[in-house]
């Protein structure tokens, strides 16, 4: 998770960083930070808390300077919840100024940061993305940038969508397997030579500025920005390499207005909805989502089913995620503070609640309990995604395998378990169908089958925490 944005050759560089981070909000929520160049250095600001928190008039416009910025919302997934850990990084390197935003996780961090202090390297921070500046430090014999970021490539396995700014030049660069989403745009100005680019994780910080969303960084690819111009380079060893694009993006992380590795989330998740009222048969009296993340899929199913489509659980919108409060009788009010019935939608009803996933079942659970409380006489579940069976190394929030429910009971208890009436999970096959290039995606968390193995643990034993 962690969202990334760049841009270059506007004179309100920092601002526009600053509206593109805050649509890319729910990537991170932990921390925000934005680093610009003047012509002479790079300047930084970051902090805990949300975009609005971090940054004021005075920082964006007397602080952050120049034409070229580059920014980053973070949400840990390594590395603990603190302020040193906030992005971009700066750094000089060799006489270099650099500044670099990472979204992933790499696999071998753990065994690259000893062999880094095995020789001599001090690290200021837990981030994997300090590795990528130490392995950068070291390539940088020859004075040259891109290649040594390259070298760091080769050196690195998993998850990275990165940008780095050094100097007048922004690089913006894809892991071969594409795990995570990148996109570029261009904002047109008065002239044809009044355009500035922009990199964003996702389209919707595009739309946000106006700005064209032209294609995206490619798996593979490393872009170069330097003086309006942009040149592309393959990363050595990325053409054999197969992609494997993150699936979860398209359920629930990314938001249903971006079009993400070229597909529109908001349609394929209406899409998962009526595949999961294709699969399964359902007699209801009204179709619910659990609001924000299952509205899409719900909206779906009850197109193609005809059951009426209501808003019976209300969001406060005010909330953070529930998700990874510490522990479960604080995710129980968590869940109860974020999401509040509707008593009259209720009583006497046989309800069909849709959510994007089940994670460790606790929304489900507490909420279904609730709903029975208030009188519903049946209550279903669909879910718009497969059974959540192993956790990711590749930068979202689900790292154990002790807490993914579906992964710790056989599937046919967890109706009993969750209190519900029946429980239907999208199919991998029905989820393949939703997307236009099924092959191109990573089903890891579904299947097992890692495009990238974790080092140095296996996927049920792996323990790397989020923070
Ligand atoms: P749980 O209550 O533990 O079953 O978590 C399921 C809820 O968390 C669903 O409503 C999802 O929308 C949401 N969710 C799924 N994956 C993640 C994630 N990686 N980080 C935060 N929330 C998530």
Redesign the pocket.
């Known amino acids: 998770?962690c969202g990334i944005f760049g841009i270059s050759g506007h004179p309100e560089a920092a601002r526009l960083a600053y509206f593109g981070l805050y649509a890319l909000q729910h990537r991170g929520q932990e921390s925000a930070g934005i680093a610009t160049y003047d012509g002479t250095s790079i300047h930084l600001h970051a902090g805990m808390g949300l975009v609005p928190d971090v940054f004021t008039e005075q920082t964006l416009s007397n602080e952050l300077r120049g034409d070229i910025a580059i920014g980053h919302v973070r949400y840990a997934t390594t590395g603990s919840s603190a302020l040193r850990n906030a992005q971009p990084l700066v750094a000089r390197v060799r006489g270099m100024e650099i500044a670099i935003g990472h979204n992933g996780n790499l696999t071998n961090a753990a065994q690259l940061r000893k062999e880094l202090e095995d020789e001599g390297a001090i690290f200021q921070t837990t981030t994997d993305t300090e590795i990528f500046v130490h392995l950068i430090a070291r390539n940088m014999q020859n004075g040259n940038l891109e290649q040594a970021v390259l070298d760091a490539c080769a050196r690195v396995q998993g998850a990275y969508a990165l940008i780095l700014l050094s100097g007048k030049k922004i690089i913006a660069l894809r892991d071969a397997h594409g795990f995570r989403p990148l996109s570029i745009g261009i904002l047109h100005g008065d002239s044809s030579q009044d355009q500035a680019f922009v990199f964003a994780s996702e389209t919707c910080a595009f739309d946000l500025l106006e700005a064209e969303y032209i294609r995206d960084v490619n798996p593979g690819e490393m872009v170069i920005l330097e003086d309006g111009k942009m040149t592309s380079v393959k990363i050595p060893g990325s053409e054999t390499v197969p992609v494997r694009q993150c699936i979860?993006e398209l359920i629930?992380?990314a938001r249903p207005d971006s079009i993400v590795f070229g597909e529109d989330v908001y349609r394929c998740r209406k899409n998962m909805g009526m595949q999961i009222s294709r699969e399964m048969k359902t007699d209801a009296d009204l179709v619910m989502p659990?609001p924000d993340?299952?509205v899409y899929s719900a909206l779906g199913f009850s197109q193609h089913s005809g059951i009426p489509y209501e808003h019976a659980y209300i969001r406060n919108h005010y909330v953070g995620?529930?998700?990874?409060q510490p522990s479960q009788n604080m995710?129980n009010y968590g869940?109860r503070v974020k999401l509040n019935p509707v008593r009259s939608m209720i009583m006497g009803k046989r309800l069909c609640i849709v959510?994007?996933?089940?994670?460790?079942?606790?929304?489900?659970r507490t909420r279904v309990e609730k709903l029975r409380e208030l009188g519903a006489t049946e209550v279903h579940c669909r879910v718009s995604c497969p059974p959540l069976l192993n956790p990711?190394f590749y930068g979202?929030?689900?790292s154990t395998h002790k807490?993914l429910?579906a992964a710790n009971h056989p599937l046919e208890s967890l109706p009993d378990l969750l209190k519900l009436d029946s429980l239907h999970y999208l199919t991998i096959e029905g989820l393949l169908k939703t997307v236009s290039h099924p092959d191109n995606y990573c089903l890891a968390c579904f299947n097992g089958d890692y495009p990238v193995p974790c080092n140095g643990c296996d996927a049920s034993s792996c323990s790397r925490k989020s923070a």
């Open positions: 998770m979860f629930y992380f659990f993340s299952g995620r529930t998700f990874i995710r869940v959510d994007d996933s089940i994670v460790r079942g606790t929304t489900v990711c979202i929030a689900l807490e429910i």
